[in-house]
């Protein structure tokens, strides 16, 4: 079974969103996001649609099937996390200054009444991500 996660990737004009079935845990997806920084545009430049095709080309694998681009098909962040309930986390990328992405981390919290709740548990630049979760943080 995979751990789950929507990535959502948001510029000032747009937003795009990727599902990708598995190692979504904030130990994983901050290796993912870096990936994606070696195939898009090098910052400062940032759009929502040309990171989340990088995100997509860096982390497919050659069977492929375990990430690819959501259809924006939804008016609202809240409509695509209820359509992919099954998601365990979510994560909001956008560009924080010239140098650095801001993110922002979303977990599902399982309610008695089998609906779903969604908190942030963390939030902050993608270098301090790295620090907190990146191989080798403490």
Request: charged share 30%; glycine share 8%; proline share 1%.
């Amino acid at each position: 079974m995979g751990t789950r996660a929507i990535y959502q990737f948001q510029d000032s004009d747009d937003e795009c969103f990727v599902y990708k079935h598995y190692d979504n845990y904030p130990q994983g997806a901050v290796h993912f996001i870096e990936a994606a920084k070696g195939f898009a545009w090098k910052l400062p430049r940032f759009e929502a649609d040309e990171f989340a095709s990088a995100f997509v080309a860096a982390n497919k694998k050659k069977r492929g099937g375990e990430v690819y681009l959501v259809s924006h098909r939804f008016k609202d962040e809240g409509e695509i996390l209820d359509a992919n309930n099954w998601c365990d986390y979510h994560y909001v990328i956008s560009k924080h200054n010239s140098q650095d992405l801001w993110i922002e981390i979303q977990q599902a919290i399982y309610q008695k009444d089998g609906s779903i709740k969604w908190e942030t548990i963390w939030e902050g630049t993608h270098t301090e991500m790295m620090e907190k979760y990146g191989r080798g943080a403490a």
